[in-house]
């Protein structure tokens, strides 16, 4: 079946920090992966995403790159902000079309 | 130009209640949704819906159902709420592609609806 499983939080980080934030799938067939950002009090943005092994996508600073191999597209930044501050989710959209979340990491970035 | 509309933002309600929560959006989608999302921040699926097909997921009770008047439209009717009902709701939508074509396509989400039972 299909699955996504990212770390969970929270995770806490001073301003400027390295950020990385684990995520895997389990899939069959060529799923696209995304990853959305929520901000307090809103709904889901999507952040980034990839449709094909190797690709990278980036926004904002951030960037995630999708790793057949090792069925992971974990998102990295290299110096986060207090503005960064949300909760990521990492997300797959499965061939059947179907869209399965992970429980999503919470961020606090600290000055 | 808001993409995916819901209303109300807050609902405040009395146990044993029935309440809507409405949905719209401007995209052209083709495929609608809708979350619950809890206070530890976790995303569950209830619903998809598109004009052929509803998929349900079988964990949501028969209190919770979808009426769709229009593609542009998904409403989630609630029957007799219960203080578990408590949590933000998302509507979300996105473009179907056909089975075993690469989907690009993105998912969209509303403002969310924060449903207070007391």
């Known amino acids: 079946g299909n699955s996504v499983t990212q770390m969970e939080g929270p995770v806490t980080l001073s301003e400027e920090a390295f950020l990385t934030i684990n995520c895997t799938y389990t899939?069959?067939?060529?799923?696209?992966l995304f990853w959305y950002v929520q901000y307090p009090g809103e709904g889901l943005q999507l952040l980034l995403k990839?449709?094909?092994?190797?690709d990278k996508g980036s926004n904002k600073g951030f960037e995630a790159t999708y790793r057949k191999e090792t069925t992971s597209f974990h998102l990295e930044k290299g110096s986060v902000q207090v503005s960064d501050s949300a909760v990521y989710f990492c997300a797959l959209r499965s061939t059947g079309n179907q869209f399965y979340f992970g429980t999503g990491t919470s961020l606090t970035v600290i000055p | 130009d808001t993409a995916v509309s819901q209303t109300p933002k807050y609902l405040v309600t009395q146990m044993g209640n029935d309440k809507s929560i409405k949905c719209e959006q401007n995209l052209g989608h083709d495929t609608m949704y809708w979350y619950k999302q809890d206070s530890k921040k976790f995303l569950k699926i209830m619903f998809s819906?598109?004009?052929?097909?509803?998929?349900i997921n079988e964990t949501v009770p028969n209190r919770f159902s979808p009426k769709s008047p229009d593609k542009a439209h998904l409403n989630l009717h609630i029957n007799s709420l219960e203080l578990g009902d408590s949590a933000v709701y998302f509507c979300a939508s996105s473009a179907r592609r056909s089975r075993g074509q690469n989907s690009t396509d993105t998912q969209y989400f509303g403002p969310g609806t924060r449903l207070t039972v007391l």
């Open positions: 899939a069959t067939g060529y799923p696209s």
């Open positions: 990839a449709t094909k092994a190797d």
């Open positions: 819906y598109n004009n052929k097909e509803l998929i």
